[in-house]
């Protein structure tokens, strides 16, 4: 199979894609942090420090794997914490040491 | 190959708030805090942009509809631009995006999609569902929209073309579904509360 539609397509660019799997109904309650990261996400969008595109290009990026791998939020997430380290906003270090702290706060090893 | 996720969590729900945080939480609460510390948000309008979210539902979507059936003014208007339409109803807009409302005909029924990811017109109705989401949707609608449409249990004669709308972060739509028979003595509340947000979407017309 030649890998020219890897090129041509994103791995969001499902549009008329093959798949022959049903649509499935069942629905679920968003879980708080996720309804806090897209609140999070929107409040970023609207004072123009992550808009809604650059938060889309950052999923873009995460490649197949991830894009097939992460729920929905998760990418949302995931995404949002590359473009903040990419616009210089937060650094690795901030990162790092919150998230360490917040998972001790709740005594888990990360 | 990338696998869909929707179904994987089922195994998900069970987990409540009261549980130990995942690792995707926990960088959640970890960008909160620092954006908070640097103050480059606050924690009161993350509170506020949370209510905003929960009072958004399919019902501002379905007074637009309501509104077009008896005020047939209000409806050239709505089609013409969506935007300005809905502010008449109170949704505020702080950016350019565009939101087009699409009107079935006794010839046309419309679908809305968005192939890429998710783009939706939450401002109007809301969160969509999960399978608004799911790979499924997104690469069958426009290939096979009446298939689709017939998994929700609508079936849609051959004689009435299908228009799949594929939205994306600057154009949203919604449907504006034909009014059906039999509704000619419903009031408002009795209208509004047959438009539902799957007849939104438009895999589902509205049913008395």
């Known amino acids: 199979m030649s890998t020219e539609s890897l090129v041509k397509r994103l791995p969001n660019d499902i549009g008329g894609t093959e798949c022959s799997e049903k649509i499935q109904m069942a629905e679920r309650e968003i879980l708080p942090w996720e309804k806090r990261i897209h609140a999070l996400l929107e409040i970023l969008d609207f004072h123009k420090i992550v808009n809604t595109e650059e938060k889309r290009r950052g999923i873009e990026n995460l490649g197949t794997e991830m894009a097939g791998k992460l729920s929905y939020y998760e990418r949302w997430v995931v995404s949002g914490a590359n473009i903040l380290l990419q616009k210089g906003i937060l650094t690795p270090d901030d990162i790092a040491k919150k998230t360490k702290e917040v998972s001790d706060r709740y005594g888990i090893k990360l | ?208």
């Open chain 2, 1 to 208: 190959m990338s696998t869909n996720h929707n179904h994987d969590h089922d195994d998900h729900a069970a987990i409540t708030h009261d549980e130990l945080p995942g690792y995707y939480e926990i960088l959640e609460i970890s960008l909160r805090e620092l954006l908070i510390e640097k103050g480059v948000i606050t924690a009161d309008e993350l509170r506020r942009q949370i209510e905003a979210m929960d009072t958004r539902t399919p019902a501002v979507g379905a007074k637009l509809v309501v509104r077009a059936w008896l005020d047939p003014e209000f409806k050239k208007r709505l089609l013409a631009d969506g935007v300005a339409a809905s502010a008449e109803m109170g949704v505020i807009s702080w950016d350019d995006t565009a939101f087009t409302v699409l009107e079935d005909t006794e010839d046309t029924h419309h679908l809305i999609v968005c192939t890429l990811c998710s783009c939706y017109p939450r401002s109007i109705i809301g969160l969509p569902p999960d399978w608004y989401k799911s790979k499924e949707y997104r690469s069958r609608a426009v290939r096979e929209p009446r298939a689709v449409i017939a998994e929700f249990g609508t079936i849609i004669p051959e004689n009435i073309q299908i228009i799949i709308n594929d939205s994306t972060a600057n154009q949203r739509y919604m449907v504006l579904p034909m009014r059906p028979a039999g509704t000619e003595h419903f009031n408002e509340e009795q209208l509004e509360a047959i438009v539902t947000r799957d007849t939104l979407i438009g895999v589902t017309l509205p049913r008395i």
